[in-house]
Each structure stands twice: as C-alpha cells, then as structure tokens.
C-alpha cells in the first residue's frame, strides 16, 4: 500500500510539475480592468472575444476592450452566459431573462423575461440554443421551451419536468439531459424519444453536457458525481475511470486538440483528459507562487479560439487564456519563490557566453542560465539593503 500510495504521489507531482510549463495570461492585467465571476466565453465572426459577468459583458481584441451593461429588469441574478450561434449572440441569465446584441445601435436589448408570461418566480433557466430557422430553445428547471416570434410555448410538458442542458447532435438533432435521462430531440419536427432511462437508485444532475463527435461518446458532467461517460451506439452509460476524481461541480467541457478534452471544476481547476476519458494527462490550478498559473481554481467555461488559445472563465480569478499554439517567443520571468529562475525582471543586458550559457544584467543582480539543463544561478543578488544594478555584460577571452 506505501509504494501504491508513493507511485500515486509521484504521479500527481508528475501532472502539477508538467501543467506549470503553461503560461495563462491575465487579462485583468493585460486590459488594466478587474473584473471577476466571469462566467461565459464565446467568439464572433468578426474575430472578437465576448465574456460575461453578471455586471455585464465584455468585448475585447489584442488591444482594446469594451464592457457593455445589461438592461436587467431583475436584479436577483447569479449568473450570465453567452451564446453565439447562426450570427446571433445572446445573453442570458440564471433567472430567466434573455438579451440579444443589436450590432446596429451597439447595445444588449431584452428579447424577453421568461418568468414572467410563466408567472414563475423561481424557475432557472439552464440553457439557450438556437435552432435553424432561427427559434429560441430553451433548457430550464421548469421544462423544455420554444420561443418564436414572440410567442412562448412549452415542449414535452408530459415527458420531462426539468431540462439540464442541452447540446447539438448533429444539425437537426439535440441531445438533452433530463430529470429522468436523456433525449434525443429532432429541432425540425420537434419529435423527441427517450434514450437512455435512469434507474431510481441512479439518478443523476446534470451540470455540463458535451458531445464527442468522432467516438459517439456524451461527456455527462455533475454536480456532485463526477464524469461520466455515455456510448450512444451501444446505450451504455459509465462512471469515468479515473479515480480518484472530483465530486464537485463540472462547468466545463471543452476538446482543446483531436485527442484531450479539458474538464473544468468548480473548486479544482482543468482537468485534461484523453479523448476516450481514460487518463489525466495534465492538472491546471492557480499557484500563488507562479504568477502564470490558472487565476482561479473555480473554472466556469473554457473556449478553444481558431488561433489555438484556450479561454478560461473562472469565479475570482476572471478570464484568462493559454497560447497551446508554437510560437517563436518564450517569455523568461522571475518565479517567486523559485530561485531557478531568472533573478530579476528588470533586465538591462543579455548576452551569451561561448559555453551556450545566458547571462542576463538586471537591476538586482547577475543571472545565468544554462540552456542545456534549465538551471539558473544568480549572483551578486543583494537581499537586504539597496539593489546591485547592473547594466552591461562582456565576455574576455
């Protein structure tokens, strides 16, 4: 059992010591804005990134950002998410009131509070799609609902009484979790069936629903169970294999390449997994010592861009992003606490020595780095009264 627990020990430090080689970039820090519980992320046509908070939304480029406020006509709200499908991005809150971006006049708009043509005051709306002829579908507590030219209706009122999330299928066709298992939903004809049924000693809540295409597997994310996994061609619904993993709430699913899916958790950062949920490859989470850790351990929505930068929304630590693309560029920073690391980031001088090793003169010491075995060493550092500036560097024969 020691050496077991030793492995497993050795394993995790394995996952925490690869994961620090990414670099997340704070965009609080990046824009000079503070905006934390971000709790959405999507992208539009025009290349812009949208976030949501439940003060409002922001719009950012690489070098500029704009924050948008929510006519909110009630204030009880816990969250707002986004949406960007068929040229349409919508926002939308926990408590049932949905808003449309007018492109023209450049603000949100109220399309419409659903709880009140309910007259439902404690209905939560889970989740919004929209369907191809432009209708809104609609996942709450309460049931499934269509709203079309302003008009409000309820689906499959006697099948189900509670609607946890929603995803696409294919084109036509939805999948959706249920209070009583999952259904497959045809958009066009709104025909719905049940395909898998729970069992009353299995019944699960369903926080996050994502769907593998190329393997037929729905990532069934909870709110208190973990993952599970379910094989649609053969109707076979799993608990992940991987153990031990978090009973706290999935937010978050999202492939980040053709082979690993990230897992984001409401208290324990991103998982990555293999695409078949088998194996942790990676576990990300905020270190107070690395200042490019996750900010924030409660992640709430991860989006991959087609520039291959993953997103990340967490609750205190507001929007971040990971550049899993190659780049030319690698950014050499001071890690607090690490003393491999490069002594100081004011740096005046870099050269290198005939050996391949780099010396950098900083503001507080003389840093050298060899390439070859990562390893740092600094010298004339002075700790305790004023800085040792340095400001050139040569090498004599």
């Known amino acids: 059992m020691k050496i077991r627990f030793i492995i497993i020990a050795f394993l995790f430090s ?99 509070d659903i709880r009140k043509p309910l007259n439902d005051s404690h209905l939560v709306l889970n989740r919004v799609i929209i369907d191809n002829n432009g209708s809104l579908l609609i996942a709450a507590t309460t049931g499934l609902y269509k709203y079309q030219d302003k008009k409000l209706i309820q689906l499959g009122k006697e099948k189900y009484t509670e609607v946890q999330d929603l995803v696409w299928y294919d084109d036509i066709h939805l999948l959706m979790a249920t209070n009583n298992g999952f259904w497959m939903m045809n958009t066009h004809a709104l025909s719905d069936r049940q395909i898998f049924k729970y069992t009353d000693s ?122 899993q693309g190659s780049t030319d560029v690698t950014q050499i920073t001071h890690q607090i606490n690490n003393t491999n690391s490069l002594g100081n980031d004011n740096v005046n001088k870099v050269i290198e020595d005939s050996r391949g090793n780099i010396w950098f003169a900083t503001n507080n010491g003389v840093s050298c780095w060899n390439v070859a075995t990562n390893s740092w060493r600094t010298y004339y550092q002075n700790l305790q009264d004023q800085a040792q500036v340095f400001l050139s560097l040569c090498e004599d024969r």
């Open 202 to 323: 299995n019944p699960i809540k369903v926080t996050k629903l994502y769907y593998n295409k190329q393997d037929e597997i729905l990532w069934v994310g909870t709110n208190s169970d973990g993952l599970y996994l379910y094989d649609i061609p053969r109707n076979n619904l799993i608990k992940s294999p991987v153990n031990p993993f978090p009973k706290q709430p999935i937010n978050a699913i999202e492939a980040n390449t053709d082979s690993t899916i990230m897992v984001g958790i409401d208290g324990q950062g991103i998982w990555e997994l293999t695409n078949d949920g088998h194996r942790v490859l990676n576990i990300y989470k905020e270190n107070s010592d690395n200042p490019l850790s996750l900010k924030g351990n409660g992640v709430y929505d991860i989006f991959l861009d087609p520039h291959k930068r993953v997103w990340v929304c967490t609750y205190s630590g507001g929007l971040s992003y990971f550049d």
């Open 14 to 112: 394995v996952f925490y010591s690869y994961s620090s080689n990414v670099k997340f970039y704070d965009i609080n820090s990046i824009h000079g804005i503070s905006l934390r519980e971000i709790a959405s992320i999507c992208r539009d046509k025009n290349g812009f990134i949208w976030a949501s908070s439940k003060t409002g939304v922001l719009r950012l480029t690489d070098s500029s950002n704009h924050f948008y406020q929510l006519p909110y006509e009630t204030p009880n709200i816990i969250s707002t998410k986004l949406l960007y499908e068929k040229d349409s991005l919508l926002a939308y809150t926990n408590n049932g009131q949905i808003f449309y971006y007018n492109a023209i006049s450049d603000r949100f708009e109220l399309l419409i």
